[in-house]
T-cell receptor, first 109, second 113 residues
Framework: QKEVEQDPGPLSVPEGAIVSLNCTYS??????FMWYRQYSRKGPELLMY????GNKEDGRFTAQVDKSSKYISLFIRDSQPSDSATYLC?????????FGTGTRLTVIP | KAGVTQTPRYLIKTRGQQVTLSCSPI?????VSWYQQTPGQGLQFLFE???????NKGNFPGRFSGRQFSNSRSEMNVSTLELGDSALYLC????????????FGNGTRLTVT
């Protein structure tokens, strides 16, 4: 079983839709949770960084963590074509960062 | 502040050759990590260097090696290239303490023919 599982999509939504991206993980020792966004031909850039269970909001983005279910989500409100990218969840282990495989999102104008 | 810089951006090599990739971290960052990204496997950790020493290593064969210089710049070398080594190689830097987030460069796209 992989440390982090993520639905690869692809996911295609109309502009203005609410997007939900999800990851599950197997290691209950994970304490920090990150979301990265990767545009085509670019490296991943850090989008959200959370520590505790619950919600963290930053503009149109909300990161949600449910440690009891080992489940994290990223919600994008009022999605824009500029949000079209691959979204990767990540969790730091003892020695390195474990990544999900990424979900490719396309927002259609 | 300048971001993580990787050179070259694109590279084409043939099987059996070797290649060296370069990474300049964000100023002040002492840790440099390398990742391989492929469509099937996603991001896989290669190794991490901190203060010129390899601190952590992933599950890659010995053909993959790296080093870090006193100015924190890092190089990654792959010897005896195989077709399966074709991938995007990403370098990331951070402060190297606690769980400070990684900041990635735009990668080097390696194609092995």
């Amino acid at each position: 079983q992989k440390e982090v599982e993520q639905d690869p999509g692809p996911l295609s939504v109309p502009e203005g839709a609410i997007v939900s991206l999800n990851c599950t993980y197997s290691n209950s020792a994970f304490q920090y949770f990150m979301w990265y966004r990767q545009y085509s031909r670019k490296g991943p850039e850090l989008l959200m960084y959370t520590y505790s269970s619950g919600n963290k909001e930053d503009g149109r983005f909300t990161a949600q963590v449910d440690k009891s279910s080992k489940y994290i989500s990223l919600f994008i409100r009022d999605s824009q074509p500029s949000d079209s990218a691959t979204y990767l969840c990540a969790m730091p282990g003892a020695n390195n960062l474990f990544f999900g495989t990424g979900t490719r999102l396309t927002v259609i104008p | 502040k300048a971001g993580v810089t990787q050179t070259p951006r694109y590279l084409i090599k043939t099987r059996g050759q070797q290649v060296t990739l370069s990474c300049s971290p964000i100023s002040g960052h002492r840790s440099v990590s390398w990742y391989q990204q492929t469509p099937g496997q996603g991001l896989q950790f290669l190794f991490e260097y901190f203060s010129e020493t390899q601190r952590n290593k992933g599950n890659f064969p010995g053909r993959f090696s790296g080093r870090q210089f006193s100015n924190s710049r890092s190089e990654m070398n792959v010897s005896t290239l195989e077709l399966g080594d074709s991938a995007l190689y990403l370098c990331a830097s951070n402060l190297g303490q606690g769980n400070s987030p990684l900041h990635f460069g735009n990668g080097t796209r390696l194609t092995v023919t």
